[in-house]
Structures are given as C-alpha cells and as structure tokens.
Nanobody, 113 residues
Framework: QVQLVESGGGLVQAGTSLRLSCVRS????????MGWYSQAPGKQRELVAT??????GTTYADSVKGRFTISRDNIGVYLQMNSLKPEDTAVYYC????????WGQGTQVTVSP
C-alpha cells in the first residue's frame, strides 16, 4: 500500500526552526499539487501551504506567510518552518491539494513559549 510518511516534527522553543519531510514510496513526480496541512488540538485540519508540480507555484496560509517555505522533489514534499510560534503547535500532514490520498500518521510539532 502506498503511504505518505511525514517526519521531522518535535518539541522546540518559539523562534526556532524545523524542517518537515513527507515522502511517498512511489514518489510524487506525477502529482500536480501537493500540500501541507495542520491540525491543532480540538480544531479541524486546515491547509498550510501548497506547491505545484515543478515548484512553479506556491500558496501559503496568511498565518505562515514569510515564515514557512514549501518545496518538493520527485520523492516528497518539505516544509521549512522558521520563527516558530506557540500557535503553530499541531500535527502536520501532507496530501495532495485535493486530499486525494489516505492520510498518513502526521508529525507532531510542539512550540513552547
């Protein structure tokens, strides 16, 4: 079964950085739009950033603009998270822009004040 596997989360202090990775066993080269999503405790999952094939286009939620950078290669999609804030605390998932794949286990990001 083809899975999305997220990694790179952790417990960090505010103002620091993390780099999240999401890889798919058969790659993502043929996927048009990939995205990162976050789900904070007690909240619905929401879209954080997207990137089109070849990296030609990116979008970001207002809350992360200027702090997060999404990138991709043929294997997976990545999220560079800088200047982290406590409100970024969430489980982060990747999926297509249309949420077409089965959700992976996600990676927990916890930002302390």
């Amino acid at each position: 079964q083809v899975q999305l596997v997220e990694s790179g989360g952790g417990l960090v202090q505010a103002g620091t950085s993390l780099r999240l990775s999401c890889v798919r066993s058969i790659g993502i080269f043929n996927i048009n739009v990939m995205g990162w999503y976050s789900q904070a405790p007690g909240k619905q999952r929401e879209l954080v950033a997207t990137i089109s094939r070849g990296g030609r286009g990116t979008t970001y939620a207002d809350s992360v603009k200027g702090r997060f950078t999404i990138s991709r290669d043929n294997i997976g999609v990545y999220l560079q998270m800088n200047s982290l804030k406590p409100e970024d605390t969430a489980v982060y998932y990747c999926n297509t822009g249309g949420e077409d794949f089965t959700w992976g286990q996600g990676t927990q990001v916890t930002v302390s004040p």
